[in-house]
Structure formats: C-alpha cells, structure tokens
T-cell receptor, first 114, second 114 residues
C-alpha cells in the first residue's frame, strides 16, 4: 500500500502531557498538510510543507503546536501541554504540487485528552 | 479569504435513486480547484472528484459527477444510482492554485435508505 499513513491511529493522553504524531506521505508528493477535525465539522487547515519548508501556519496553531518535515519526507506534529480542547482527529494529506491539486488523506490520528 | 458553504446538514435518498449535494464557494481568485470527499464512519477521507476552475467540461468519475456552474459559484455533487455504501459524510473543498491551504465546508450527511 503506497497511500498516506499516520501513526498512531489513536492516542489517549492526560491533560498537560506532550504528544507527537507522525505522517508518511505518498513518496513522490512534495506537499504535506496537517488538518484538525472535530466531530461534525469539516477539516480545518493547520499547516503545510513544500518539501522541508513550512510555508504557512494557521492561527489555530498556537505556540503549543509545532510541526516539522526535516528531510522533506515524513512529518511530525507535536502538541505540548495538551488541553482537553485539543481532542480531535488530526489528518495528514499530501499531493504533488505542480502536477495535481488533489490531496490524498491518511487515516488520521484520533487524540483524546483526559 | 475562501469560504465553502454546504447548506444541507443531512440528506436522505432511496437506494438506486440519484441525489444532489449542494456546495457554493466564495473566492476572488481566478485559478482554483474544487473537490468532493467522502468520509464514512471509519473516519478516512476518500477523494471522489475534482474540478478545475478553467475546466470547461463537468468532471465525472463513475457514478459521481460535479455540476460546476462558475458564474453562480456552485459545485454540486451528483451521485447516480445510490448504494447503501454511499451512506457517509460528504465534504466539498476548495484550494486556490497559488496558495497552499484547502478550505472545507461543514459537510452533508447522506443516508441511503433500502
């Protein structure tokens, strides 16, 4: 399977703990996106990378959130000092910018903050 | 700023009938793409169909077609011959070609009745 993968699929943590999620995009895709989705809502854009450069961050991405894509391949999203309001599905998507606009999504990481 | 509006929170359709899911969008950019995604209860976002703003023909993918009316800024999804497996949440989304992020609507929950 050469689709977008995310790890872990589920994460339960206590308030105040740090969590890190990983996304592996489709191998030739140069753009990688992170979204957050809460129940009953559409995905909300968080940030995106072109290769290893982070090109845009949403104002939703507070200073507790950081994302990296160190070698232009996989990406990590870290949330420090988690809050109950961070409970959501975190989706990763990728595409080959310049060839297609279509983003392909991973299965998501469901975060529950107790 | 871009905005996607899906005015139908929930829709019902009888199996084997066609259904139209509405989507209107707002952007001042001339070059953009419009997408529809399906999200079943499992949570994965499944790409269905894409329409570029300069495409003159309406996009079709199997039982899915996109009714693109540029002057009205609408991009409705038509599902023909509905199947029980079509029951899911459907999201309309837009990406401006020279920008990075996608904007999603709040979705329409489709229920196919046997």
């Amino acid at each position: 399977d050469t689709g977008v993968s995310q790890d872990p699929r589920h994460k339960i943590t206590k308030r105040g703990q740090n969590v890190t999620f990983r996304c592996d995009p489709i191998s030739e895709h140069n753009r990688l996106y992170w979204y957050r989705q809460t129940l009953g809502q559409g995905p909300e854009f968080l940030t995106y990378f072109q290769n290893e450069a982070q090109l845009e961050k949403s104002r939703l991405l507070s200073d507790r959130f950081s994302a990296e894509r160190p070698k232009g391949s996989f990406s990590t999203l870290e949330i420090q000092r988690t809050e109950q309001g961070d409970s959501a599905m975190y989706l990763c998507a990728s595409h080959y910018w310049g060839r297609t606009d279509t983003q392909y999504f991973g299965p998501g990481t469901r975060l529950t903050v107790l | 700023a871009q905005k996607i509006t899906q005015t139908q929170p929930g829709m019902f359709v009888q199996e084997k009938e066609a259904v139209t899911l509405d989507c209107t969008y707002d952007t001042s950019d001339q070059s953009y793409g419009l997408f529809w995604y399906k999200q079943p209860s499992s949570g994965e976002m499944i790409f269905l169909i894409y329409q570029g703003s300069y495409d003159e023909q309406n996009a079709t993918e199997g039982r899915y077609s996109l009714n693109f009316q540029k002057a009205r800024k609408s991009a409705n999804l038509v599902i023909s011959a509905s199947q029980l497996g079509d029951s899911a949440m459907y999201f309309c989304a837009m990406i401006v070609t020279n920008a990075g992020k996608s904007t999603f609507g709040d979705g329409t929950t489709l229920t196919v009745k046997p």
